[in-house]
């Protein structure tokens, strides 16, 4: 009996090349289920996992549900075969199981292929990282036990929006030497790196120049001598370069000034400062209320590659990390309120959004809560977009 499961699990049914080649993608993954009585092909339970988050799936619930409710030549394309489909159960053990850093970095290496470098010829990267509150009971990587939400970085692609990689740490403390791990999956040779200030390591920095790249650091008071030498330098004989947003009720002045910089800063790689000052006019019906922050900038890129409206618009897109991804899976996934806890689940859940995301804005989709809602009423169109990714 169990052979002629495992027969029918790997039988491969006429599918489209494209998703062939999507499903032998996701087999990279480990399987973590023991062989005996396996009913469905790992890959296939991925795709559907994957499949279900981009019709609004927020839970393995809802994912066997979307299943269930297939018609059986969809999942054949999707590369589930059977009788029946996979129920609640095995699609929560399979994702409880699964090696999650595996996941992030087969889906990442995935989503690296699909993207492309942005107009001025060059790739930019934001990583940050962000606590999946409600997910405060799991078990970390490699099997030590933790009590607390896990915190996930996330490296995102400034141009396309999406995810290219993700790795989980114990707390944020942590997230210092997460980063130079995801770095360390990158091919970095000609990339630029933005991340905040608590990443404004000497170390951080000699990765990513060793490896070829550029990076952008703020810099603040955790790094105190270097913060004090910026702010010397003689930025009142510095020409300033002006940017002006306006709507809703307020407008945005930056203003950029960028120097080479000198020999006496001491910071690996460093070729340019900048001070980037935001003033924020909004109108309210109190009045109008105006807020000024001034921040500072090292970065290796000099000014061949980066001009000063580069440069800045490398630092704004940066926060695109926040808006576009970490907000959207709070607010839309609702994230944070999840209650799936037990084991490697809440990464896995993690990658499935970000790769729903992800694939939602290669598609060209701006608004992704209402691509979720078309998605759920339109099922081939979810294929499809598996199909063209």
Request: net charge positive; proline share 5%; aromatic share 6%.
């Amino acid at each position: 009996m169990s052979s002629s499961r495992t027969a029918a699990a790997h039988a491969h049914p006429v599918r489209p090349a494209s998703l062939t080649r999507l499903l032998q993608v996701l087999e990279q993954v480990p399987d973590p289920r023991a062989l005996r009585g396996v009913r469905y092909r790992w890959g296939g339970l991925v795709a559907a996992g994957i499949a279900a988050v981009v019709a609004g799936a927020r839970s393995f619930t809802a994912i066997a549900e979307w299943v269930a409710d297939q018609a059986p030549a969809t999942l054949r394309t999707l590369g589930l075969t059977g009788s029946r489909p996979p129920s609640e159960p095995t699609i929560r053990r399979a994702f409880t199981a699964v090696d999650a850093e595996e996941l992030d970095r087969v889906l990442g290496a995935w989503m690296w292929t699909r993207t492309h470098t942005a107009p001025d010829g060059r790739r930019v990267i934001a990583l940050d990282g962000k606590t999946v509150r409600g997910a405060r009971v799991h078990h970390l990587p490699h099997g030590s036990p933790g009590g607390v939400a896990p915190h996930l970085v996330s490296a995102y692609d400034h141009d396309t929006g999406t995810v290219l990689g993700q790795l989980a740490v114990a707390a944020k403390s942590n997230e210092i030497p997460a980063v130079r791990l995801v770095l360390q999956g990158f091919h970095l040779d000609g990339v630029v790196v933005t991340v905040d200030a608590m990443h404004t390591q000497t170390d951080t920095a000699e990765l990513i120049t060793n490896a070829g790249g550029h990076y952008v650091f703020t810099v603040k008071a955790n790094t105190p001598t270097l913060l004090a030498a910026c702010k010397k330098l003689p930025w009142k004989d510095v020409p300033e370069h002006r940017y002006v947003e306006k709507g809703r009720g307020r407008r945005v002045t930056r203003t950029i000034k960028v120097v080479t910089a000198p020999d006496w800063i001491a910071f690996h790689g460093a070729a340019q400062i900048a001070q980037l000052r935001r003033t924020r006019t909004v109108h309210g019906r109190t009045g109008k209320k105006t807020t000024t922050e001034v921040v500072y900038l090292i970065t290796s890129a000099d000014h061949r590659v980066a001009d000063p409206a580069t440069l800045a618009g490398w630092v704004q897109a940066h926060w695109g990390i926040e808006n576009r991804i970490h907000w959207v899976r709070d607010s839309t996934f609702d994230e944070d309120a999840s209650r799936i806890r037990t084991g490697n689940a809440p990464q896995a859940m993690a990658s499935l959004r970000n790769t729903a995301i992800s694939l939602l804005r290669l598609s060209g989709v701006t608004n992704i809560a209402a691509a979720l809602r078309h998605h759920a009423r339109h099922p081939e169109d979810v294929v499809k977009l598996l199909l063209t990714s």
